[in-house]
């Protein structure tokens, strides 16, 4: 499991993404990303590691342990334009979702609450 770092690494370039890019893909900060791939770094939680692995098309026990093969499939998140309501995002919408994966759950909540007017 000590070169966990490695995996996930590999898996991110996998999706051909930044650890910015992914992070907010993941919900979590961009420091979460570059924790998990640094050596000694942390290790991501379960949860994490389940959508790691779904996001880039590798198998959960070969990012977790190094055991068994690398790919079951394509990835499902790639570089795509996000639609809301069948209309592409403008650049300023992505960067507000962008910000808004990074914030704490009740930093999102008072900013929706703004957004709607309370």
Do not use: H
Not at 7 to 16: L, M, N
Not at 29 to 50: D, F, H
Not at 86 to 109: W, Y
């Amino acid at each position: 499991m000590s070169d966990m770092y490695l995996r996930i690494r590999k898996a991110r370039r996998c999706v051909g993404v930044s650890q910015e890019e992914f992070a907010g893909q993941l919900g979590v900060s961009r420091g979460a990303v570059a924790q998990w791939e640094m050596i000694g770094g942390t290790s991501p939680k379960v949860e994490n590691l389940e959508q790691i692995a779904v996001k880039s098309g590798c198998y959960f026990e070969w990012i977790a342990t190094g055991r068994g093969p690398q790919k079951f499939g394509a990835p499902v998140m790639l570089k795509e334009e996000p639609e809301i309501y069948g209309v592409p995002l403008s650049d300023q919408e992505k960067r507000v979702i962008a910000g808004m994966r990074k914030m704490s759950p009740a930093k999102r909540a008072a900013v929706v609450e703004l957004v709607n007017g309370g």
